[in-house]
């Protein structure tokens, strides 16, 4: 017999972006998509009834730019705005940027030709997207792949560790910190639509593309992480989405590259690669985007991927899954689609197959023109069109773009990068650590502040860091703590003289550290090191008594082939912070307690990783800095504003937990804003982040914020209005 303890209500006041004031976040199930009020709701119907066929069907695409500064007086500004005032596209997804290289032979930094990415800048992101914005007659989704964070793509910004990271961690507040960390950022910058999290089962160590993108091999350990950070996304104000449906785990091909096939039974399908989306359909997920990978077992048509596909798409997820949102494509640019399919006719099958946006075409003006005229013939359906675009407006409405497209500037500084947030980084960094083995009981590194320390840096190849050059945060970091310490860069260009000074100077030293760099990175078709720095790292593990140590940066399969090695710690990442958090590690600093999301055969099962104490802690990051909500109502102050004193808190009421909520056992926070007036009273309140709004208990929450009393916040002495968020956290137990 169970007892059932009365429900209980929590309150936590907050003067800040909340973020790290989590509570019960994650206990409770998405709730369903709130109806839209009555003005949102007649726009959606009055903007769908006016529309043209051009209009609609130019919803239906979702070109590019380059966060980097535009001239409007440009040939790229012209181009930009053609496709939002002559094509009326109805999105627009952010890229970083972008340098040309030259096709020249005999030096490993340059590309074979082309370009090479780079990060963008938030700044220009914003003004960019904004001038597009008041260019459109009809508000733009704004889309990006934050994957790791908005610094992912955007300097200045926070990068996160990606997902098999954080799922070392086993921690689904983590998750849920980061994809709000990641949504508060991108809304900062005018990007409504995160195209995250990634919830393919990566069960495949030869998987060149997805990797350390997936939250692991385990379906339900994938489920739980992604959902998680699914909801820290829409926590933070943005739309999340699943990709890469049905899955893109199992194969050994990039599909930027070319066309891959899972061969795989329906009935394997249903058991590993099907329940992380059917999980995400039931958490509320905002979005799906599908992928350019052929299932036979899905759709029998000779290769036919599934993003082209109507069974797939149509008939699995909208008619078997119950998916009611938005369906992109990914990137129409992948060489599976644009090299075997002409730019016309692929975006005529994605959208017979069902997807509401036809995303990042070669040629958006030929899709344009194609999707038009199979309208026109009948061999796409009006009807599917007017669902299609009826969807977009809606999710437009519900994120308010119908109000207002537009975001200020002058605050994109104050909400991106900061203490509060690189705290939560810190945090994902050093908890994700996993040590593998440590058959010498090096770690944490037990020599004196004056050992001669050998540091290698082994990369994969030298070209193509698109976020910095490796071990730029390890070295310093490591100097910093063992004063002694020669640095040396090893790859696969490093010649056989070079390799036997090495080995010479392994023998002078009192310890090695070798950090190894392998990427997985869409058109490389790497993963791997070379056979000579393997050998080498090889060479320096047959000296027993010199203590080293192997720290693994990125694909953390290549742990595989160093079984030699006596002290493995894996990070699956490439970031300053997750170098700063391996020094630390060796330092003692921190604890080591990380599990492996995957397996890595023949080696270590699914869940293992070693623990150690930390022998030295140290605080990580600073106290995080306090920042205030810029509101909604005029004159209302900011902790920004010299001599601001903020508000206390003198009364509360607590809000009445509906019997309809308990019965559906309704679980979660709302967020709430509110003004708290000169006189202390509560002013305009709103909720800014939804719990409940069938059952009634967001509106329970408002009513009973506005029987609270507070101090009156002053400033330079005098009451003003002040901004305060609020959390309250409902709970059975």
């Known amino acids: 017999m169970t007892t059932r303890h009365p429900p209980a209500v929590v309150f936590s006041v907050s003067f800040c972006l909340a973020v790290l004031s989590l509570a019960a976040l994650l206990v409770a199930a998405s709730p369903a998509k709130p109806a839209l009020d009555k003005v949102a709701e007649k726009w959606v119907q009055d903007t769908l009834k006016k529309m043209t066929l051009d209009e609609k069907v130019g919803q239906l695409l979702a070109p590019s730019i380059d966060a980097m500064v535009t001239s409007t007086d440009s040939d790229t500004w012209e181009k930009k705005l053609h496709l939002v005032r002559d094509l009326k596209v109805g999105a627009i997804h952010v890229f970083g940027g972008s340098e040309p290289m030259p096709a020249a032979l005999?030096?490993?930094?340059?590309?074979?030709?082309?370009?090479?990415?780079?990060?963008?800048?938030?700044?220009?992101?914003?003004?960019?997207?904004?001038?597009?914005?008041?260019?459109?007659?009809?508000?733009?989704?704004?889309?990006?792949?934050?994957?790791?964070?908005?610094?992912?793509?955007?300097?200045g910004t926070t990068r996160l560790p990606r997902a098999m990271a954080i799922a070392a961690t086993r921690d689904p507040q983590l998750a849920f910190k980061a994809g709000q960390v990641s949504a508060i950022e991108a809304r900062a910058v005018g990007v409504t639509v995160d195209f995250y999290p990634i919830f393919d089962v990566n069960n495949n160590p030869r998987n060149p593309i997805i990797n350390i993108r997936s939250f692991g091999e385990d379906v339900g350990l994938v489920s739980e992480m992604a959902t998680a950070y699914m909801r820290g996304i829409q926590a933070g104000g943005a739309l999340a989405t699943a990709k890469h449906f049905p899955g893109h785990g199992d194969t050994n091909v990039d599909t930027h590259l070319?066309?891959?096939?899972?061969?795989?039974?329906?009935?394997?399908?249903?058991?590993?690669?099907?329940?992380?989306?059917?999980?995400?359909?039931?958490?509320?997920?905002?979005?799906?985007?599908?992928?350019?990978?052929?299932?036979p077992a899905l759709d029998p048509t000779p290769g036919l991927p599934a993003t082209l596909s109507r069974p797939i798409l149509t008939g699995l997820l909208r008619g078997e899954m119950k998916f009611n949102g938005l369906i992109f494509t990914d990137s129409m640019s992948m060489y599976a689609i644009s090299k075997n399919f002409g730019n016309d006719k692929a975006a005529v099958m994605a959208v017979k197959a069902g997807v509401d946006f036809v995303l990042h075409s070669p040629d958006d003006d030929a899709a344009f023109k194609a999707i038009k005229a199979a309208v026109e013939s009948g061999e796409i359906s009006r009807d599917q069109v007017d669902q299609s675009v009826e969807r977009i407006l809606r999710v437009k409405a519900r994120l308010g773009l119908h109000r207002s497209r537009i975001v200020d500037v002058n605050e994109v500084e104050t909400k991106i990068g900061g203490r509060a947030h690189e705290a939560v980084n810190a945090e994902i960094c050093e908890r994700a650590l996993t040590l593998l083995k440590d058959e010498r009981n090096q770690v944490p590194l037990k020599v004196g502040k004056d050992a001669n320390i050998l540091y290698l840096s082994v990369i994969d190849?030298?070209?193509?860091?698109?976020?910095g050059v490796p071990s730029r945060t390890f070295i310093p970091a490591l100097k910093k703590r063992w004063p002694n310490v020669t640095a040396l860069e090893i790859s696969d260009k490093t010649t056989p003289s070079e390799l036997d000074m090495v080995k010479v100077l392994v023998r002078r030293a009192d310890a090695v550290v070798a950090s190894v760099f392998v990427r997985i990175a869409s058109y490389s078709g790497r993963m791997d090191l070379s056979p000579q720095a393997v050998s080498l790292l090889e060479s320096v593990a047959n000296d027993q008594q010199k203590p080293f140590v192997t720290v693994i940066f990125g694909n953390p399969y290549t742990a595989m082939a160093l079984p030699k090695?006596?002290?493995?710690?894996?990070?699956?990442?490439?970031?300053?912070?997750?170098?700063?958090?391996?020094?630390?590690?060796l330092a003692g600093e921190v604890a080591i307690g990380g599990k492996l999301p995957i397996t890595l055969p023949g080696m270590y099962p699914f869940g293992?990783?070693?623990?150690?104490?930390?022998?030295?802690?140290?605080?990580?990051?600073?106290?995080?800095?306090?920042q205030v909500p810029s509101g909604f109502a005029p004159g209302v102050a900011r902790s920004k504003a010299p001599g601001v004193v903020m508000p206390k808190v003198i009364r509360e009421s607590k809000p009445r937990y509906t019997r309809e909520a308990m019965e559906a056992k309704i679980e979660g926070t709302v967020l709430l804003e509110c003004v708290v007036q000169a006189d202390g009273a509560v002013g305009e309140t709103r909720v800014v982040r939804s719990l409940d709004t069938q059952h009634g208990l967001d509106d329970e929450a408002v009513k009973a914020l506005k029987q609270w009393r507070f101090s009156p916040g002053t400033k330079d002495g005098k009451p003003v209005p002040v901004v305060v968020e609020l959390e309250m956290t409902f709970t059975l137990r």
């Open 258 to 295: 070319g066309l891959a096939v899972i061969e795989h039974p329906r009935e394997r399908l249903d058991k590993v690669e099907l329940p992380p989306f059917r999980a995400a359909v039931d958490a509320g997920i905002d979005a799906f985007m599908s992928t350019h990978i052929v299932l």
């Open 106 to 155: 005999l030096n490993p930094n340059y590309p074979s030709g082309g370009s090479v990415g780079r990060k963008g800048d938030p700044l220009a992101a914003a003004t960019f997207l904004n001038r597009l914005q008041q260019a459109s007659a009809i508000p733009l989704l704004t889309t990006a792949d934050f994957e790791g964070g908005a610094g992912y793509i955007l300097n």
């Open 608 to 626: 293992h990783g070693l623990t150690r104490a930390a022998t030295n802690p140290v605080p990580a990051v600073p106290a995080p800095s306090v």
């Open 565 to 585: 090695l006596p002290a493995q710690l894996l990070t699956y990442e490439f970031t300053d912070a997750m170098e700063t958090a391996a020094v630390r590690a």
């Open 461 to 467: 190849y030298p070209s193509g860091w698109r976020e």
